[in-house]
């Protein structure tokens, strides 16, 4: 069986650096080509949320930020 790559973003720091770039959630999850809701489930997670890499990336590139900057761990 084939194992499907992950990430792990925590959703306090992918807030913290949408919210230093002045950014609404709907503005992050157009400018990353993603839904609001999926932008929305991530920064409200306790736990780290698990996304697909190209995910992690679409968000990171968006805040211009590397996934390691919204990363957990």
Do not use: W
Request: hydrophobic share 40%; glycine share 6%; aromatic share 2%.
């Amino acid at each position: 069986m084939d194992t499907v790559a992950t990430e792990k973003i925590d959703g306090n720091k992918m807030r913290e650096a949408r919210l230093t770039k002045h950014m609404t959630q709907r503005q992050l999850a157009n400018a990353a080509g993603l839904t609001n809701e999926t932008v929305n489930r991530i920064e409200r997670a306790h736990e780290p949320r698990t996304v697909y890499p190209l995910t992690a990336r679409k968000l990171a590139d968006a805040l211009g930020v590397a996934v390691a900057d919204i990363a957990s761990g």
